[in-house]
C-alpha cells in the first residue's frame, strides 16, 4: 500500500553533486521520518541521512556531514537528498525508507532495521 520511489540517481564525477529525490505514495499513513541508505556492492548497508517531518531534525553520519543534506516537503510527501563534493566512496545504490513510529521509540533511527517501508533504490556513480 504504502510506495516509496526515489529518483536522480546517475553518473557524476569526483566533487560533482546530484539531488535524489523520494516520493511517498499510498494514500494516508503514519511516519515519523524518513531516511537514506546506501549500500555498495559486497558491503553493509549505510546510514545516510534521517529527518522529521514534523520539525524537520536531521541528523547524519560523520562520513557525509557537511557534504549532504536531507530535506523534505511535507505538502508534497517528498524527501530530498541534496549531495555535494561526491566521492568515489559514495558510490552504492541509495535507498530511502519509512518510519512509521509504531512499536519504536527512537527519534531518528540510524538503524535500517527500524524502518518500515523502503523504496527500489536509484544507482549513484562517482567517477575518479
Known amino acids: 500500500q504504502v510506495r516509496l520511489v526515489e529518483s536522480g540517481g546517475g553518473l557524476v564525477q569526483t566533487g560533482g553533486s546530484l539531488r535524489l529525490s523520494c516520493a511517498v505514495s499510498?494514500?494516508?499513513?503514519?511516519?515519523?521520518?524518513m531516511g537514506w541508505f546506501r549500500q555498495a556492492p559486497g558491503k553493509e548497508r549505510e546510514f545516510v541521512a534521517a529527518?522529521?517531518?514534523?520539525?524537520?531534525?536531521?541528523y547524519y553520519p560523520d562520513s557525509v556531514q557537511g557534504r549532504f543534506t536531507i530535506s523534505r516537503d511535507n505538502a508534497e510527501n517528498t524527501v530530498y537528498l541534496q549531495m555535494n563534493s561526491l566521492k568515489p566512496e559514495d558510490t552504492a545504490v541509495y535507498y530511502c525508507?519509512?518510519?512509521?513510529?509504531?512499536?519504536?521509540?527512537?527519534?531518528?533511527?540510524?538503524?535500517?532495521?527500524?524502518?518500515?517501508?523502503w523504496g527500489q533504490g536509484t544507482q549513484v556513480t562517482v567517477s575518479s
Open positions: 525508507a519509512l518510519y512509521s513510529g509504531y512499536g519504536g521509540k527512537a527519534y531518528l533511527p540510524a538503524s535500517p532495521t527500524a524502518y518500515d517501508y
Open positions: 529527518i522529521r517531518w514534523s520539525g524537520g531534525t536531521s
Open positions: 499510498g494514500g494516508t499513513f503514519r511516519s515519523i521520518a
